[in-house]
Structures are given as C-alpha cells and as structure tokens.
C-alpha cells in the first residue's frame, strides 16, 4: 500500500504522469482539486475566506471569484499567508482522509498524491517515495506560452513565485525527465508503475 507523492513546478507534465498512473490503477488524490472542492459555496473553508477577504471574493453566481481572491494574494505575503493558514489546514486533514478511504478501500491500493506545492509546505514526511517531474525552467515557460496562451513575462513569473528545481529536486526520491517527447514520459511513468508493483 505505497503512498506516493508526485509533485512538480507548473507545466512540468505532472498531470500527465497522474494520468499515467490513473490508467494503471492507482487511486490519485488530487491536491488542486481538493482545494477546489473544500472552497465550494457552502464549505467552512469558502466561509472562512469570505470572512477573511471580503464580499469581492464572490463571484455573481455566489461561488468563490478564484481571479479576485488570486489578485488580492499575489505579491502580497501577508495576505498569502493570512489564506494558506485557511486552507492548508482543512486541505491536510481531507487529504488525510481521502488517503484513508482509498486504503480502506482496498489494502493494497496505490495511492498518488498529485500535489504542486509540496516543496512549499515541506510535506508531512510520510510519502514512501516522492516522485518529481522535472523539465528546465525554459522548457516549462515555453509550454506555458504555446499551451496556455501566457506571455514570456506572466510565465516566467509564475515559474519565478514555485520553488526552485534545486528544492524540488532536493525532495525527490524519483525524477521522472519531462523534458522531452510525451511517449518518453509515458514510457517512465510505465517504469514507475513497474517498480511500484513489483
């Protein structure tokens, strides 16, 4: 019943890799969208920010203006703090639990915990490996650009606010190399299987 983490700056391929795995069986929790679901119209954690942030937070159709609270945050460490001591919390102890489900569910379940940050908050320590997937900063801006539509600038900052490769890398017990051909990175999210199963 491994536990794994995978993590990953953002355009890395990581979600591939979650993918990957999701269609060998493994159970992926993932760490987005549990924030997601925790900041539902209606959650504690959804009151909570509204509490903290103000009525601007709130979209027209009442649920949670994610562009608002983001411009509110970003480039602002007090008020970034101020939300991840709301939401990191309640996203641990749900992730917790949906680990525990999928165990109880079936005892030898691999789980894979798709996580972005997990260099930022440093983890919890209990992961049996923690899986990286790792492309150069470059590679990852210029997907950005192509891909999401981002201009060099907005990439490159969005890069420039994750953690380092140096830590991530630090972290990892696996480095899946994102950075070339997608058939390669199927092919080492294949491995990784492999040696999860054996």
Known sequence: MPLIALTGGI?????????????????????????RDLQRAGEPVFAHIVAAFGEEVVAADGSLDR????SLVFGDAEKLAQLNAIVH?????ETQNRFRSAFAADPSAVVVYDVPLLTEARGTGEWDEVV????????RIARMV???GMTHEDAAARVASQASDAERLALADIV???????DETIRQADELWERLGS
């Open 176 to 182: 899946i190399d994102t950075s070339g051909s997608l």
């Open 89 to 93: 919390p309640a996203v641990r102890e």
């Open 67 to 70: 562009a608002a609270l983001g």
């Open 146 to 148: 192509a891909h999401r």
């Open 11 to 35: 355009a890395s391929g990581k979600s591939t890799i979650a993918r990957r795995l999701a269609e060998h069986g493994a159970v992926v929790v993932d760490a987005d969208q549990t924030v």
């Open 132 to 139: 990286v997937a790792h492309a150069p900063a470059e590679t």
